[in-house]
């Protein structure tokens, strides 16, 4: 997961980075840390516990497909980044 994936799937669940560490238990000042590119890399069992604190709220990373295209699935969103890349989230559960 990179910093900007982080940051789009917390604003996407309108979480707070406080709320992201409470549910990843993770300090609050690490996610901070990563999510303005101050550790490119977190320690492995970080970024496993962050992913999964997403996915457990009902977050999926997703490429773009037919399947995942917002005109196929309500719940997709396409997040540009500053490098002019494009992430896709869908949020499980919603209609």
């Known amino acids: 997961m990179t910093p900007a994936q982080?940051?789009?799937?917390r604003s996407l669940l309108g979480w707070s980075a406080r709320?992201?560490?409470?549910r990843s238990n993770t300090s609050f000042n690490t996610i901070l840390?990563?999510?303005?590119?101050?550790?490119?890399n977190p320690n492995p069992s970080v970024a496993l516990a962050l992913v999964?604190?997403?996915?457990q709220a009902g977050v999926t990373f997703a490429e773009p497909t037919r399947e995942t295209s917002p005109s196929h699935v309500a719940q997709v969103r396409e997040v540009k980044l500053?490098?002019?890349?494009?992430?896709?989230f869908s949020k499980r559960g919603d209609s």
């Open 6 to 9: 982080c940051f789009a799937a």
């Open 19 to 22: 709320d992201l560490g409470s």
């Open 52 to 55: 999964r604190a997403f996915e």
């Open 82 to 88: 500053d490098d002019g890349s494009k992430i896709f």
């Open 33 to 40: 840390r990563f999510e303005r590119g101050e550790t490119q």
